[in-house]
Nanobody
Framework: QVQLVESGGGLVQPGGSLRLSCAASGIAFSICTVAWYRQAPGKQRDLVARITSSSSTNYADSVKGRFTISRDNAKNTVYLQMNSLKPEDTAVYYC?????????WGQGTQVTVSS
């Protein structure tokens, strides 16, 4: 059974940093593209960053230069390093794994940026 478990969310002050983790099990992780999405209250779920199996990355314009996505295939884990956080980054962050057969979502982790 495939599982995705996100962790690392929390409350941080503006300008602070957090690192989110998405750990996968039960799947051939290294062949999958993995992405982080976020959803603020009352808004749609938007792509934040994506990393392919060859570690090519792309980012939403709103997070370029502040967020970094990376992966460790030995640990079946993708990370999202978030620096210079802003109140508008407040959202539930979800991990999504793209597999050739089907896609999988994690349960989400709350990130709140507030003073």
């Amino acid at each position: 059974q495939v599982q995705l478990v996100e962790s690392g969310g929390g409350l941080v002050q503006p300008g602070g940093s957090l690192r989110l983790s998405c750990a996968a099990s039960g799947i051939a992780f290294s062949i999958c593209t993995v992405a982080w999405y976020r959803q603020a209250p009352g808004k749609q779920r938007d792509l934040v960053a994506r990393i392919t199996s060859s570690s090519s990355t792309n980012y939403a314009d709103s997070v370029k230069g502040r967020f970094t996505i990376s992966r460790d295939n030995a640990k079946n884990t993708v990370y999202l390093q978030m620096n210079s956080l802003k109140p508008e980054d407040t959202a539930v962050y979800y991990c999504k794994l793209f597999h050739p057969i089907r896609n999988y979502w994690g349960q989400g982790t709350q990130v709140t940026v507030s003073s």
